[in-house]
């Protein structure tokens, strides 16, 4: 059994441990509802936009001039690829990194390994642990937009879409691709992969004649500048929306995360205490036995 002097100094280590942890958890806890609330109240917007955009996804695909025949052309054989991790900039967050790291390893070494092997593929990371990762392993890191994660903002993620959506209509790429985690609750991420360009119509209609029957629009003033305006607008809220459900999932899946190191050390913090109670008893008997040994030796 391990001495009195040891399991005093265990037991202030696993205390100052789970005091951190506590804080972690409670910091990350007042971050999750402060997301959580935007990111429930950008949704039904965001998806009300998306709906929009795909019932005129008809108009899109005449338009043979500028940024939407580029946006609906098909991909070459050689497509050049730019794959974005969205992740953290800390750990201490359960599997969050981690699934990000593997979903991102998959697509090079599986689904675009042959592009990867030309020097097609791109990476871009939006995440200071994917990136070191990455780069330990000496995987080709591109470029990174770290900072992002440290001061999240509609306003702070504007350039960075703008960025994007000119590589993509200059034809520096052929594909955009996001790999993050999407916020469902506390518990909960739902790790996706997400096409930000070229736009993917996720309703298809069958029959396009009788979508156009049921659905018609009044362009005013006219449907170039209005669909000038609203492509560029729904994709920067797009990217927005990923990175806010990214910085939401971190904050919910850290508080998971320190609520059961709080609670493994509260668990071992009791099994410690037992130990030094034990040890202490067993140190007190053995004086009482030496104290008696010597009085009967007298």
Known sequence: MANLKEVRTRINSVN??????????????????????????????????????????????????????????????????LLIPVASNKGLCGVFNVNVLRELLHALNEDFKVQYEKGNVDILCISKKIEETLRFRKYRVASNENELLDKL????????????????????????????????????????????????????????????????????????EILSSLIPNSLKLQVYKILLDSFTSEHGARMVSMTKATDNAGELLKDLNLSYNKARQGAITNEIIEIVGGANAL
């Open 16 to 81: 100052s441990t789970m005091q951190i942890t506590s804080a972690m958890k409670m910091v990350s806890a007042s971050k999750l509802r402060k997301s959580q609330t935007t990111i429930a109240a950008l949704r039904p917007y965001a998806s009300k936009l998306q709906e929009i955009r795909q019932h005129l996804s008809t108009a899109l695909q005449s338009s043979t001039e500028g940024v939407f025949a580029k946006i609906h052309k098909e991909n070459p054989e050689d497509e050049k690829i």
């Open 153 to 224: 903002s509609y306003d702070n993620t504007i350039a960075f879409a703008e960025r994007l959506m000119n590589d993509f209509t200059d034809e520096k790429y052929d594909r955009i691709i996001f790999i993050y985690n999407q916020f469902k609750n506390a518990g909960t991420q739902i790790l996706v992969k997400e096409q930000f360009l070229p736009i993917v119509n996720e309703k298809q209609v069958e029959d396009e004649e009788d979508a156009v029957e049921e659905t018609e629009y009044i362009f005013q003033p006219s449907k170039e």
